[in-house]
């Protein structure tokens, strides 16, 4: 604000006029991610300056140029020729990833419908992979209310409300996908990574996400302490033993076999992934 005097004296604040794009945009926060426990050990530090939304939302915000980087799904990039992928840095699982499952009431041979949680369309396109694998098509149908999870016959279910879902009783058999795929393959599986838009004109965002990433494995304990989502021993067997924070040779393995099955089922392109190196 400018400062003048009236004329008995007293300070008087004269609005200035609105801060032009350029600075909003500057003084917006450039960093995405999902608000789930395994994006907490790759946002260490950076909670502030990210903004956490759901896995949907953050790839449309990501994908109109409101973020420069974003922890999006694998199938975001792939459909999408407008990222380079941050190398080292993932979020993924080598066998059960435990927040990524079909909860079934029938065997999966004679079910007709999957509900499936539209959230993350990445889930969604294992699920068909896995599917046509086994040569199984049934129907796929959004689902989004999981307070009824519980009386599906048939339901596809992600990120923490999964994780929740396991912990009350229920009828259902779990298929984790990440175990599914590891079964298929042999290959650890890519769930999501740290995607940078091209157009970016910051070149140092890549070395600060690969340094938060270190910072949070150096502080794991703290951050299996600290959290409040579920108890401590999940946290700990979940951030510790199920997912992997890792991205090198054998889960560039992976995403390439996702590719060439993800173009077997898909009606959308999928691109080569690119992958930028932060040194």
């Known amino acids: ?9 007293r300070r008087m604040h004269w609005p200035q006029p609105d801060m032009d794009a350029a600075e909003t945009k500057r003084l917006a926060k450039r960093i995405g991610s ?16 990210t903004e956490f939304l759901p896995p949907s ?23 999408h020729d407008l990222y380079d992928i941050l190398d080292g840095v993932a979020v993924a699982s080598d066998g059960p990833v435990k927040s990524v499952f079909i909860a079934h009431k029938k065997p999966l041979t004679d079910t007709e419908v999957i509900h499936c949680d539209t ?3 990445c889930s969604v396109n294992l699920l068909k992979v896995i599917l046509a694998h086994h040569g199984l098509s049934p129907r796929l149908e959004p689902f989004g209310d999981y307070a009824r999870a519980a009386g599906q016959d048939a339901v596809l279910l992600i990120g923490n409300p999964g994780i929740e879902f396991l912990r009350q009783p229920h009828e259902h058999k779990i298929l984790d996908l990440g175990q599914a ?34 910072d949070g494995q150096a502080h794991l304990d703290e951050i299996i302490a600290n959290h409040n989502e579920f108890d401590l021993e999940l946290r700990s067997a979940y951030l510790r033993e199920h997912i992997r924070f890792d991205l090198g040779a054998p889960e560039k393995q992976g995403i390439a076999e996702f590719v ?16 930028t190196s932060a040194g």
């Open 181 to 214: 795929w590891q079964d298929v393959t042999g290959l650890p599986f890519v769930f999501a990574v740290w995607a940078i838009r091209r157009d970016c004109s910051d070149p140092s965002l890549g070395q600060k996400l690969l340094r938060i990433k270190r």
């Open 34 to 49: 999902v608000p789930y426990l395994n994006s907490a050990p790759l946002t260490f530090g950076i909670e502030n300056e």
């Open 119 to 121: 959230a993350s369309l």
């Open 260 to 275: 060439r099955r993800l173009r077997a089922v898909s009606t959308d392109p999928v691109f080569d992934p690119r992958f």
């Open 57 to 79: 939302q953050l790839a449309e915000r990501l994908r109109a140029g409101e973020f420069d980087a974003g922890l999006v799904s694998l199938t975001e990039v792939l459909h």
């Open 1 to 9: 604000h400018s400062i003048g005097r009236s004329a008995n004296g």
